[in-house]
């Protein structure tokens, strides 16, 4: 379908019931003029005269689980409504041109070479050649296509806008080159693969699962080349609940060291003890070798803080199988009970709330403070969202004072800070 015709498709309401699905009942006028206004960007770069299709790939909230995926631990993540959508068009030159809103295009030639390379790490092009070169090692076909992508996952925010983009690029490449047969796991993996080789991000692989799968779901990372993924039948709105984000400003920005701190601390614990990741440590005998431990880890440089992080590990990875239970009982209470002790766990032993950098820059534990001092006689739950070091915390809020929880926290953090989400139960998609 040609960039006209989609555009009045979509204007008549033809996609609105597709809309509904991804961004929920409300406002269906914006969804239009969001997607068209991204064709009309489209046209203005690559012409008219192009059969387009549109990919929408979510960004993720990760519900439980901080900081396990890299150790194959287990997680509980949600894919939402704020997205990265792209409208694209397949090419027969073997190059790929994708322009983001706010940034430069990025072109990759597919017929070179496609290495690592030190010059382009911490850029979209690195991801998008790590992509096309997993799909390659994996033997999966790639080919040319030109793409405009719009994306109100907001960066640095904990809700993985590098996962998503990585998806999308892969969604893509299913789309136009392998007739959408590659399972989201698979393009999930070689994600994971672009971020960590190409990009030079250590990431685990539960945001770049989370983004291509769709809903709540529980993910164990124990055998990592074939994480069970599990699905759960849960819905926060008819439990009378609001997800909802709080963005501090902060960025994760040249915070890499401080995020790869963290699985290597937690797997210099397991080599410790023989293992290669932390889920294979048994508790008691961590509980044993305390001693040995700290005196091991000082000499190796890491201290007390790696037997503290795996500690949040072997407790959290318990925690996160208590509230997929939970969940699954539709018992809230014990459910909100565990996420605020997830969310102690982080900034007590896991330590990522601020960065060693910069200490007096302190938003995510004002956040935290302001929802302890806004939730804490309700029946309510608040921890750190993501990565953590900077970005966002993340709150289940009582419908009824949902509202007013949001202006509290604007008034702190300034307008627009606090945003609702809606669990959507697509995951990455071609419309």
Not at 49 to 54: R, Y
Not at 265 to 271: D, G, H, L, N, S
Not at 345 to 369: E, R
């Amino acid at each position: 379908m040609k960039t006209k015709e989609y555009a009045e498709l979509i204007n008549n309401g033809g996609l609105d019931a597709r809309f509904e699905v991804l961004y929920g009942k409300e406002n269906p006028e914006k969804a239009r003029a969001r997607y068209v206004k991204a064709i009309k960007s489209f046209e203005d770069i690559y012409g008219k005269e192009n059969d387009i299709c549109l990919f929408s790939v979510p960004g993720r909230s990760e519900i439980s689980g901080n900081h396990t995926d890299h150790n194959r631990g287990k997680v509980i993540a949600a894919s939402v409504n704020l997205d990265i959508i792209a409208v694209a068009a397949k090419t027969d030159d073997n190059t790929i041109r994708l322009k983001s809103r706010g940034f430069d295009e990025d072109t990759v030639k597919l017929n070179e070479a496609l290495e690592p390379c030190e010059a382009k790490k911490f850029r979209a092009e690195s991801l998008i050649r790590g992509v096309c070169r997993g799909f390659s090692d994996k033997a999966l076909k790639t080919g040319g296509f030109k793409a405009y992508t719009d994306s109100n996952v907001f960066k640095g925010s904990g809700l993985s806008s590098s996962a998503a983009f990585e998806d999308m690029v892969g969604t893509i490449l299913n789309h136009f080159y392998n007739d959408g047969k590659i399972d989201y796991i698979t393009i999930a993996r070689i994600s994971q693969f672009a971020e960590n080789v190409f990009f030079g991000k250590p990431s685990g692989l539960m945001d770049q699962v989370a983004c291509a799968s769709g809903g709540f779901v529980g993910i164990d990372f124990n055998d990592n080349n074939a994480p069970k993924v599990r699905r759960v039948d849960f819905d926060l709105k008819k439990n009378g609940y609001e997800l909802i984000i709080v963005n501090t400003g902060g960025n994760h920005a040249n915070l890499n060291d401080d995020y790869a701190s963290v699985p290597a601390e937690m797997k210099a614990v397991a080599a410790f003890f023989g293992k290669t990741h932390l889920r294979d440590v048994d508790r008691s005998e961590f509980e044993a070798n305390m001693k040995k431990l700290r005196e091991a880890m000082k000499k190796k440089g890491c201290g007390d803080r790696a037997v503290l992080r795996a500690y949040h590990f072997l407790e959290e990875n318990d925690r996160v199988t208590r509230q997929l239970e939970a969940l699954e009982k539709g018992d809230m209470d014990a459910f909100l009970n565990d996420v605020k002790n997830s969310g102690r766990s982080s900034f007590c032993w896991l330590q990522n709330i601020y960065t060693c950098k910069a200490p007096d820059d302190q938003g995510l534990s004002m956040a935290l403070m302001m929802c302890e001092k806004l939730l804490s006689d309700k029946k309510a739950a608040w921890r750190v969202h993501g990565g953590g070091f900077a970005g966002t915390v993340q709150a289940f809020v009582p419908e009824d004072y949902s509202d007013e929880f949001i202006k509290k926290i604007d008034d702190v953090f300034g307008s627009g800070s606090a945003v609702k989400l809606f669990v959507r139960a697509d995951g990455a998609v071609a419309l």
